[in-house]
């Protein structure tokens, strides 16, 4: 059934696949049909469009020329109704005419025949009876023509416009001539044009306009052809899908017929598979999770990804092409200017000339200032590439040189062909020279190929000494001359010199080069070596990991294997509870049939007869014990136990060393069992902790009782060491640094906003601080330190915007005098009360090396008469690196400063100011006078954690 649903359904899309092929190509053809159409009437369009242009010009055209033929006849019947033969005519100022027929002189004087001109002019009237009697007195042709030519220059433009018209019949291409020239100089009035000459162009423009109106005819008729086919085409095309698309309908309405016959069909089956796909969906997916489980348990591969070839240690970014030039940037790259490098490569001169820098950079790398290295010639690669050729020219040129070269003359060190040869061989100067075959001359080595070196200066004379001094090699001349007191030595002598420290130079190369080849193949035994313990590791690696995933699949079965046993005594037990509950069920229908078939189908006197028996049933049914639940399919589980752990050791499981050591030595993880010993050691050190914390803790209540009358608590009393001790330490002003010109301290110790009348001597007095620091700076004690100040504040008159009443705080030993106060300066940690321009009140300000930090108004009002109390806590604590501003009387933390560095000594800094406005006597808290309670305790110990 299935097969034949498919077969009609690949029918049927095979019926539609086809008619929608067959509606897309008429389609297709439709449209190329009207795109040809439209490209046509485009085209059609366009051409009319030119020819009607054409012909507008045209029109244009034969308009002006009419207007111009219309203007000559209006002249010359006014000419032709002139009768005073002898009246003057209008000179005009303008004789443009004559510099025409001037600058044309010589044309006229050898083309013009002076003849016929002179007679059609005298006929014209345009020369006179003298006029014409002067020019025939003269003999010659040249001078009737010269004289005819003057006369002319002197008459009006008239006169000349009846010279154009007679040579316009006789001498035509004078005219051309004169025409040209006078449109050159702007005077088209000079410019003739015969009616005869516009007839013809009139009929020209005429025939054109003819012969363009008939193309258009032409191309409209045969555009309203291609239109009429195309619609005709369009027409049948329309006709043919129409029938197609009727019939595909029909076949469509069928198919879909049989379509619907098997669907309904297939409905069924359809159902059924649905239900077992549901069915075997669920034991796919479980089985598939056991599949990728197991797999990855026991699938362990471990591929060998294949090694890079490691054969050469010469690197590819430092080869360089040993022939050429390595810059390459000039079009006009030479080889035979190459120039040597330091690094023994080459550069053509043109290319380092322009680059016009005096550093340039090397393809190998390295930088090379060209104006410390003049550049010597590179003879060997200008050698190489100059007998490298494959077919050498002939260099004797002759005229009778054909080209392919045969000999190579050794003397003149140039190549020959065979009739070069012989003329080379006949000459007196060089028929003793020696010759040889191209061929043998090929194979000889480059040196012998060499011809004898010249000088650079004197290019005939040969080179026969060298000039150590120069560096150079010069000739007979040149020792005379410039090079004559440079130590100069024969060639040959310093060659050989020259030649045997640069070969025991290459040897000492060969010797390194030995050197590198062999430390090269010990590293490829190192390599090979290395591979070889890599693949060992990796099999290793591959035992490990698959003994491991061996014992973890046995693991997998053993908890199988528990759970399906599991799962069958509890089978077992629900099979036995559901026979007893079938059974149960089968006697409680037969009695509810039975009833209600009573109830139907007797008199009520047989149904009372009935009924007891009936009851009895039903009541011996109720009795029926139903059986317990006693399977608990929720208490089921699989405990993880462990799972984290392992999860944990196989992350950390295994590592890659490169030491010597054995890996039994280099396996320092601890095993399950070593790690319950040390929990049984820890315990017992547990033990023995608690017993030393519970002796430390009742020595420390001892000792509370001792170091409390000394200022010295414990925050803390379950945790004893340094961290939990607070040390109220003893702070004193230091009288002797006291600023004062701006305060001092009274017979009660206290520092008071007031200048001093004594004035002790000393060196070592604040000048610009108002105040004073303590004697000391605050011990490194890595425990926290406490003191406190009381304040009374008497207010005369109110504070204006920013002005201080008082400042406590630390700072480096160098910050202590800079300014009135330490708030703005670095290596400074301080709180401050003053008049606050934020919240238009007292407040107190927390500043941090130069930065604020916060403002906290205070309860102080701003008004005369004002008095009040401040009593202020600071906690230092080096080991944390804390400051802790304390409100003793508001019993809170009004600002905690961090990352305090005290790594130089903090010394206390106490301020006091603004006397002619207010009164402040500040007085020091400290040691055992500080009342420390439980609560300020706690403050302490919060605002420190």
């Given amino acids: ?41 485009t085209s059609l369009k366009k051409e009319n469009r030119i020819l009607s242009q054409h012909l507008e010009q045209e029109k244009n055209r034969t308009k002006a020329v009419q207007a111009m033929l219309d203007e000559m006849k209006g002249k010359n019947e006014s000419l032709s109704k002139d009768t005073q033969p002898g009246a003057e005519r209008l000179w005009r100022k303008n004789m443009k005419h004559a510099e025409i027929i ?16 002179l007679d059609n002019m005298w006929s014209t009237g345009a020369f006179s009876d003298l006029e014409y009697e002067i020019c025939k007195e003269e003999d010659k042709k040249r001078a009737q023509t010269e004289k005819l030519l003057e006369i002319l220059m002197k008459k009006d433009e008239d006169v000349y416009k009846q010279f154009c018209v007679v040579l316009h019949e006789n001498h035509r291409h004078l005219k051309e001539q004169l025409d040209k020239k006078a449109k050159h100089e702007d005077s088209p009035s000079l410019v003739f044009v015969s009616e005869t000459e516009v007839q013809e162009r009139v009929s020209i423009m005429e025939q054109k306009v003819a012969v ?68 075997n969906e669920s034991l796919s997916k479980d089985l598939k999770d056991i599949q990728q489980k197991f797999e990855a348990l026991t699938v362990i591969h471990t591929d060998r990804e294949t090694s890079e070839k490691r054969d050469s240690l010469t690197s590819e970014a430092t080869l360089v092409e040993e022939t050429g030039c390595v810059l390459k940037t000039s079009s006009d790259c030479d080889t035979r200017q190459l120039l040597l490098l330091p690094c023994l490569h080459a550069a053509c001169k043109p290319c380092i000339d322009q680059l016009h820098q005096k550093n340039i950079v090397c393809s190998c790398g390295r930088d090379i200032n ?8 590179d003879f060997v690669r200008r050698n190489e590439i100059l007998f490298a050729k494959a077919k050498p020219e002939c260099e004797y040129q002759t005229e009778q040189c054909k080209g392919e070269v045969v000999h190579h003359c050794k003397t003149c060190n140039i190549s020959m062909c065979a009739n070069c040869t012989t ?17 043998d001359f090929k194979k000889m080595p480059i040196q012998e190929r060499l011809g004898l070196s010249t000088c650079s200066t004197h290019h005939r004379e040969l080179v026969k000494y060298f000039d150590k001094q120069c560096n150079t090699s010069v000739c007979d001349v040149c020792i005379k001359g410039n090079h004559a007191d440079h130590g100069i030595k024969a060639l040959d002598v310093a060659f050989e010199k020259t030649e045997e420290s640069l070969v025991n130079k290459v040897r000492r190369h060969k010797e390194y080069l030995e050197k590198i080849k062999a430390s090269f193949r010990q590293q490829q035994t190192r390599v090979t070596e290395l591979e070889e313990r890599a693949d060992q590791v990796k099999k290793e690696i591959a035992d490990v990991h698959s003994g491991l995933a061996l014992s973890l699949v046995q693991r997998l079965k053993h908890h199988t294997q528990q759970i399906e046993k599991q799962v069958e005594e509890n089978r077992s037990i629900l099979r036995k509870d559901m026979e007893c509950l079938e059974t149960s069920s089968s006697a409680v229908l037969t009695t509810l049939r039975y009833a209600e078939r009573a109830m139907a189908s007797t008199t009520h006197a047989q149904f009372m007869d009935l009924s007891s028996t009936i009851v009895n049933k039903i009541d011996e049914d109720l009795l029926r014990a139903l059986p317990e639940d006693s399977v608990k399919t929720q208490s089921m589980s699989f405990i993880h136990q462990g799972h984290r752990a392992l999860h944990e050791l196989v992350e950390m499981f295994g590592t890659f060393s490169t030491s010597d050591k054995g890996v039994d030595e280099l396996d320092t993880m601890p095993t399950i069992k070593d790690l319950q010993n040390e929990i049984f050691i820890f315990k017992d050190r547990e033990k023995d902790f608690k017993m030393e914390r519970k002796r430390l803790i009742e020595n420390a209540t001892f000792l509370k009782d001792y170091l409390e009358p000394l200022g010295i608590y414990f925050l803390d009393a379950r945790k004893i060491d340094r961290s939990s ?48 620091c303590s004697t000391a700076p605050l011990p490194r004690a890595g425990c926290p330190q406490y003191w406190e100040m009381e304040s009374r504040v008497s207010q005369d008159k109110p504070l204006a915007e920013g002005l201080l009443i008082l400042e406590v705080g630390v700072c480096r030993e160098e910050q202590r005098d800079v300014s009135h106060c330490i708030s703005g300066q670095p290596s400074t940690w301080c709180m401050q009360v003053a008049q606050c321009t934020t919240h238009g009140g007292i407040c107190r300000d927390t500043w941090k090396e130069g930065k604020y930090v916060s403002c906290l108004p205070d309860t102080l009002p701003n008004t005369a008469g004002a008095a009040h109390t401040l009593h202020y806590g600071v906690v230092y604590d080096d080991a944390r690196k804390k400051i802790v501003f304390i409100d003793v009387k508001e019993n809170k933390v009004m600002s905690t400063l961090d990352n305090v560095d005290s790594s130089q000594p903090l010394w206390p800094m106490f301020g006091v100011y603004n006397s002619n406005l207010l009164t402040v006597s500040m007085s020091l808290v400290v040691g055992s006078d500080i009342n420390m309670t439980e609560e300020k305790k706690a403050m302490i110990v919060k605002a420190l954690s």
């Fill in 1 to 41: 059934m299935e097969q034949k649903v498919a077969v009609l359904q690949k029918e049927l899309d095979d019926s539609r696949q086809e008619a929608q092929h067959t509606k897309a190509e008429c389609e297709r053809d439709v449209k190329e049909l009207n795109v040809q159409h439209g490209q046509q009437e």
């Fill in 102 to 117: 001037r600058r044309n002189l010589p044309l006229l004087k050898r083309d013009l025949h002076p003849e016929e001109v």
């Fill in 212 to 279: 363009l109106q008939k193309e258009l005819d032409d191309s409209r008729q045969e555009a309203q052809h291609t239109k009429a086919e195309c619609e005709r085409d369009v027409k049948e095309l329309n006709v043919q899908h129409g029938q197609q698309e009727t019939s595909l309908k029909k076949e469509n309405r069928i198919l879909s017929q049989h379509l619907e016959q098997e669907k309904n069909r297939t409905k069924a089956v359809q159902a059924m598979l649905d239900e077992m796909k549901g069915k």
């Fill in 370 to 377: 060209m104006v410390e290295e003049s550049g010597t010639v």
């Fill in 423 to 439: 003329k080379h061989e006949t000459t007196r100067a060089t028929f003793q020279h020696t010759v040889v075959l191209a061929e």
């Fill in 725 to 772: 001790i607070l040390l109220c330490i003893h702070l004193k002003y230091d009288k002797d640094r006291v600023n004062l010109d701006w305060v001092h301290i009274n017979t009660e110790g206290d520092l008071v906003n007031r200048e001093s009348d004594a004035r002790p001597a000393g060196e070592g007095r604040l000048k610009k601080y108002r105040g004073t």
